[in-house]
């Protein structure tokens, strides 16, 4: 009881007036970091979490920190929708909207421990997993690409099926995080290419040496 009267003679003027501020603020500033939609990361609240997580791998491999309980190594991932402009053309935006949040769902439910998961724009999303080799990585986007599939939305009566296609890159130590982005959207584009529904792994060469030739692996449907 002395304790709720403590606080009580506390909230008062300018102490309300801060608490207010406070408040507002921490939540703008969660809004600036998340997808209003979804509720996932957006590119600024996915590159805030990330860096740290880049340095923690730079410094490891170059022997500034111990392995042990540490972050080695992440591969990221590059989602797109498949023909997902024709989903909003045949079926409206709240339908679009609807199919967003459904694989935002997906996705989350699919992350593990540090794993990171973000809207990146539009129809586009990017999955970093943590301590996961590019193999490893593939194996999990491969489930969220089943998962996909077999899922239906109904809206107003209507069945409504989605896929979507996956490229997968490991980082780099030796470079920043725009390259691993960058050759993930090369997968990305070659699972498009490929006839969509289907991930594309990158699979890295021996100690990440640019000059090795860059091996491949498909995921596709039988």
Do not use: C
Request: glycine fraction near 8%.
């Amino acid at each position: 009881m002395m304790l709720v009267i403590a606080l009580s003679v506390l909230a008062t003027g300018s102490t309300v007036a801060f608490l207010f501020f406070f408040l507002k603020t921490r939540k703008l500033q969660e809004l600036a970091l998340l997808d209003p939609l979804t509720g996932l990361l957006n590119r600024r609240g996915f590159r805030s979490l990330v860096d740290p997580m880049v340095n923690e791998v730079k410094a490891v491999m170059k022997g500034l920190q111990p392995r042990k309980s540490q972050l080695t190594t992440f591969a990221v991932a590059s989602f797109d929708l498949d023909h997902f402009k024709e989903i909003n053309d045949n079926h409206g935006h709240a339908a679009g909207d609807d199919i967003i949040k459904t694989f935002a769902g997906i996705a989350r439910g699919h992350a593990r421990g540090r794993d990171l998961v973000a809207r990146w724009g539009g129809e586009e999303f990017i999955v970093l997993f943590a301590d996961a080799t590019t193999e490893e990585a593939g194996i999990v986007a491969e489930r969220i690409r089943a998962s996909v599939e077999e899922r239906v939305i109904d809206r107003k009566g209507k069945k409504i099926s989605f896929t979507v296609s996956i490229g997968v890159a490991e980082f780099d130590p030796k470079h920043d995080l725009s390259d691993a982005l960058n050759r993930a959207d090369t997968e990305l584009y070659r699972a498009k290419k490929g006839g969509r529904n289907r991930v594309e792994v990158q699979l890295p060469a021996p100690h990440m040496e640019q000059a090795a030739p860059v091996a491949r692996r498909a995921i596709h449907p039988v």
